[in-house]
């Protein structure tokens, strides 16, 4: 709960990246896409934040909830092209990322 977010290498247990620019508020989720190179993640600063996996790379947000975020996935019936999120707002949204306006 320090809003770091670090990618390690599995394989030799080494920091490869460490993400400065990120969330502001605590973390709820992290969830990486199921057949690509990217995660997302997101929390008490009501955006979910979208990262390469590979290089640590911001590649934007996703806004428009209006309160904590509690949990985010990409759905598996379209090989992830849409996002599902849930909120202390009381809403479930589907977003489509590569469509959405990043901040």
Known sequence: MNN???????????????????????????????????????????????????????LGCLTGHEQEIFSAQFTLNDSGKHIVSCSGDRTIRLWAPLKSQCL
Do not use: C
């Not at 973390?27 to 979208?50: A, C």
């Open 4 to 58: 770091l977010l670090r990618i390690w290498s599995s394989e030799t247990l080494e920091l490869k990246h460490a993400i400065e620019d990120g969330p502001t508020e605590d973390l709820n989720f992290l969830e990486w896409h199921p057949k690509g190179n990217v995660f997302i993640t997101g929390g008490k600063d009501l955006l979910i934040w979208m990262y390469n996996g590979a290089n640590g790379q911001f």
